[in-house]
């Protein structure tokens, strides 16, 4: 089940609150997209600026659309072990597929401090794991060596892998290895990846999945020329701190309103100018591929 492209779904808001409607708008419009699954709650989707009460409203009312039509993993992340803990009894009692689990943040563990934090949480739940490395934000790798000893649990089962150098050491072990970092997903695939956990998803979903598709058919030079046409967007997408260009693109579509919640700041006009550009450039791209079908 962890392969292809998961969605790190945003949280929409409107005058500061939670965008329930524009949310499930969202959940539904992904549901019907090719997407494998959602993640609700990660770090696209500012949930560490969301209060207790506003990460059950947004898991339930993903959950309230989704309905079984997608396995949905439930982002958890923070410094402290026993809050990671205390946040997943929290979400069992949600249908989840699992939970993304990141390495403890700011307090910056050796390897034997971030294998037994992902033991105690494994020890936690039985409900599959996904570990999530991404060490810009945690400040702490997780070591391929520490993943394959934490390969060794049942539910531990794959891994949202940020640090394109270590994708190819990932690709040998036992665990599946979905991309973390937008700009490395052909990378990902080509060294034995399994799909990508990819906010670019929100803009061009399609795009990926149909990139995947060609890798899988042994069609790597297709794929890297439409990849290679997609990739001035993405660097777009990121150009600001996460999510502010997606929110941006999501609103230049009418899908949302292009608000962020501080300290994260919106797009610049520079910004969402070029992104502007960025959507013909889309549109462009899958004309060329449906004409090439």
Same mark, same amino acid.
Request: aromatic share 6%; with cysteine; glycine share 8%.
């Given at each position: 089940?962890?392969?292809?492209?998961?969605?790190?779904?945003?949280?929409? %808001?409107?005058?500061?609150?939670?965008?329930? *409607?524009?949310?499930?708008? +969202?959940? &539904?419009?992904?549901? /019907? =997209? $090719?997407?494998?699954?959602?993640?609700?709650?990660?770090?696209?989707?500012?949930?560490?600026?969301?209060?207790?009460?506003?990460?059950?409203?947004?898991?339930?009312?993903?959950?309230?659309?989704?309905?079984?039509?997608?396995?949905?993993?439930?982002?958890?992340?923070?410094?402290?072990?026993?809050?990671?803990?205390?946040?997943?009894?929290?979400?069992?009692?949600?249908?989840?597929?699992?939970?993304?689990?990141?390495?403890?943040?700011?307090?910056?563990?050796?390897?034997?401090?971030?294998?037994?934090? %992902?033991?105690?949480?494994?020890?936690?739940? *039985?409900?599959?794991?996904? +570990?999530? &490395?991404?060490?810009? /934000? =945690? $400040?702490?790798?997780?070591?391929?060596?520490?993943?394959?000893?934490?390969?060794?649990?049942?539910?531990?089962?794959?891994?949202?892998?940020?640090?394109?150098?270590?994708?190819?050491?990932?690709?040998?072990?036992?665990?599946?290895?979905?991309?973390?970092?937008?700009?490395?997903?052909?990378?990902?695939?080509?060294?034995?990846?399994?799909?990508?956990?990819?906010?670019?998803?929100?803009?061009?979903?399609?795009?990926?999945?149909?990139?995947?598709?060609?890798?899988?058919?042994?069609?790597?030079?297709?794929?890297?020329?439409?990849?290679?046409?997609?990739?001035?967007?993405?660097? +777009?997408?990121?150009?600001?701190?996460?999510?502010?260009?997606?929110?941006?693109?999501?609103?230049?579509?009418?899908?949302?309103?292009?608000?962020?919640?501080?300290?994260?700041?919106?797009?610049?006009?520079?910004?969402?100018?070029?992104?502007?550009?960025?959507?013909?450039?889309?549109?462009?791209?899958?004309?060329?591929?449906?004409?090439?079908?």
């Amino acid at each position: 089940m962890y392969s292809g492209i998961w969605l790190p779904l945003v949280t929409p %808001f409107r005058s500061g609150e939670v965008d329930i *409607e524009a949310l499930q708008a +969202l959940t &539904d419009h992904y549901a /019907r =997209t $090719g997407i494998a699954g959602i993640v609700a709650l990660g770090t696209t989707g500012e949930a560490a600026l969301l209060s207790d009460i506003e990460r059950v409203t947004v898991l339930q009312a993903i959950s309230d659309v989704v309905d079984g039509r997608l396995p949905v993993l439930v982002g958890v992340g923070g410094m402290d072990t026993r809050e990671f803990v205390h946040e997943i009894r929290r979400f069992e009692r949600w249908d989840v597929a699992g939970f993304l689990v990141s390495a403890p943040a700011y307090v910056c563990p050796d390897q034997a401090g971030i294998a037994w934090h %992902f033991e105690q949480i494994a020890r936690e739940t *039985e409900r599959p794991i996904v +570990l999530y &490395d991404v060490p810009h /934000r =945690t $400040g702490v790798l997780i070591d391929p060596e520490t993943v394959g000893r934490l390969a060794e649990r049942d539910n531990i089962v794959a891994i949202k892998a940020c640090a394109s150098r270590h994708f190819d050491a990932l690709c040998k072990l036992p665990i599946n290895v979905l991309c973390g970092t937008d700009e490395a997903f052909l990378d990902c695939l080509a060294t034995g990846g399994h799909g990508g956990i990819l906010a670019s998803a929100h803009v061009c979903a399609d795009l990926l999945v149909e990139i995947q598709s060609l890798m899988q058919a042994q069609e790597e030079q297709t794929a890297r020329r439409v990849f290679g046409q997609l990739k001035p967007v993405l660097r +777009l997408l990121f150009a600001a701190p996460n999510p502010s260009a997606i929110k941006a693109m999501l609103s230049i579509e009418g899908r949302i309103a292009n608000e962020v919640r501080m300290p994260i700041t919106p797009a610049s006009s520079a910004l969402v100018e070029q992104l502007e550009h960025a959507h013909e450039t889309l549109r462009t791209l899958r004309a060329e591929l449906a004409a090439n079908v």
